[in-house]
């Protein structure tokens, strides 16, 4: 069990989310969108939202900015926060355009807004579940792509709050954050994209 546990930080790890969000999109979207297409954006997530964070992660480490890649301290999470809200702009100005992909981008957009209101608590010395942030973000997003598609996904929703449960069972079982955290983390991922969704639905 606490093998299973300890998967989910690591399956879920917040760098990865945002491609989940882009890879789950082209998989249920009922729209046609050229192969090649999908694969140069897929690509470019990947690049920006996973491969460039870690290698900042290892320069600021390597600084001594940080201890690990799991940002456990308050002020260690104030320079990542700052890389992904820069690296989230990149994404939203270069990747996505709100006319041709307009649920990615306002994904993204959500994604911004939910790493500065993680940044500004973090100013306040007070930090907040980033797992649970995301996959609580992710969550919505789909809520929203089956109100927008008119397409039943209950069993993507289903499983992703069984997955929402899981990230913070394991976030409690390692002791990496108390049930506030999570609750905020929850609450900061999800509403954002909650908020935005009116612009594309």
Same mark, same amino acid.
């Given at each position: 069990?606490?093998?299973?546990?300890?998967?989910?930080?690591?399956?879920?790890?917040?760098? $990865?989310?945002?491609?989940?969000?882009?890879?789950?999109?082209?998989? %249920?979207? @009922?729209?046609?969108?050229? @192969?090649?297409?999908?694969?140069?954006?897929?690509?470019?997530?990947?690049?920006?939202?996973?491969?460039?964070?870690?290698?900042?992660?290892?320069?600021?480490?390597?600084?001594?900015?940080?201890?690990?890649?799991? $940002?456990?301290?308050?002020?260690?999470?104030?320079? @990542?926060? !700052?890389?992904?809200? $820069?690296?989230?702009?990149?994404?939203?100005?270069? +990747?996505?355009? /709100?006319?041709? /992909? @307009?649920? $990615?981008?306002?994904?993204?957009?959500?994604?911004?807004?939910?790493t500065i209101t993680?940044?500004?608590?973090?100013?306040?010395?007070?930090?907040?579940?980033?797992?649970?942030?995301? %996959?609580?973000?992710?969550? !919505?997003?789909? +809520?929203?792509? /089956?109100?927008?598609?008119?397409?039943?996904?209950?069993?993507?929703?289903?499983?992703?709050?069984?997955?929402?449960g899981w990230v913070?069972?394991?976030?409690?079982?390692?002791?990496?954050?108390?049930?506030?955290?999570?609750? !905020?983390?929850?609450?900061?991922?999800?509403?954002?994209?909650? %908020?935005? /969704?009116?612009?594309?639905?």
């Amino acid at each position: 069990m606490n093998y299973f546990l300890k998967s989910a930080s690591y399956i879920f790890h917040p760098l $990865l989310l945002p491609l989940f969000g882009v890879l789950l999109y082209y998989q %249920i979207s @009922p729209r046609f969108i050229e @192969p090649e297409i999908i694969k140069a954006k897929s690509y470019a997530i990947l690049i920006v939202t996973i491969l460039i964070p870690l290698v900042t992660f290892f320069l600021l480490k390597n600084l001594g900015a940080i201890n690990s890649i799991y $940002l456990r301290g308050v002020k260690e999470r104030k320079f @990542p926060l !700052m890389i992904q809200t $820069l690296l989230m702009l990149v994404v939203i100005k270069m +990747i996505f355009s /709100s006319y041709q /992909s @307009p649920e $990615l981008y306002f994904f993204f957009v959500g994604i911004l807004f939910s790493t500065i209101t993680a940044l500004l608590l973090v100013i306040f010395n007070f930090k907040i579940s980033l797992h649970q942030m995301g %996959i609580a973000g992710l969550t !919505m997003f789909i +809520i929203a792509l /089956s109100v927008h598609f008119g397409k039943n996904y209950l069993t993507e929703i289903a499983f992703l709050f069984f997955c929402n449960g899981w990230v913070a069972s394991s976030r409690l079982q390692s002791k990496a954050h108390s049930v506030l955290e999570l609750v !905020m983390g929850f609450f900061i991922g999800f509403i954002p994209q909650l %908020i935005v /969704s009116p612009f594309w639905l």
